[in-house]
């Protein structure tokens, strides 16, 4: 396996667990009047009226989606080129890491402005970095 499909594999991980935090928030809601319905397969409430990190929780799982997919398929292109360098790797190392962060200070609150879009376009920059080692490499 490839260090590209390895940090791969982690961020298809992480995206496919990042749905936790946000239901046991949902789960967790504190019961408030016409809040929780009794039927546990309704719609949740409305994320304004959810605590504020329960909301942030779900925007954190939407933002890794958003710049995994096109990670993802760009990594995929790579190996089925053959396009392994020192950039490959490195860039998606550090999307990994970043997109970790990302998803940390998100839902704790802690990575406000200008951090957390900071975080964020690191990752696009990674995903520029390992489109522009394909294109380079043809």
């Not at 928030?25 to 019961?31: D, I, S």
């Not at 546990?40 to 925007?59: G, I």
């Not at 993802?72 to 292109?77: D, E, G, Q, S, Y």
Request: glycine share 8%; with cysteine; aromatic share 12%.
């Amino acid at each position: 396996m490839t260090p590209e499909l390895w940090w791969m594999t982690w961020t298809a991980i992480l995206a496919g667990s990042l749905w936790i935090p946000y239901i046991v928030g949902v789960n967790t809601e504190p019961a408030t009047e016409g809040a929780r319905p009794e039927d546990p397969f309704t719609r949740p409430p409305s994320q304004s009226d959810m605590r504020p990190w329960v909301h942030r929780a779900h925007r954190a799982h939407l933002n890794l989606l958003e710049q995994f997919l096109p990670m993802l398929a760009l990594v995929l292109i790579a190996h089925a080129a053959g396009v392994n360098t020192g950039v490959t790797v490195w860039a998606t190392g550090l999307f990994f890491a970043a997109r970790v962060l990302h998803a940390v200070g998100m839902i704790t609150g802690k990575a406000g402005f200008p951090l957390r879009p900071m975080i964020f376009n690191f990752g696009w920059f990674c995903i520029l970095a390992m489109g522009g080692a394909i294109l380079l490499s043809a």
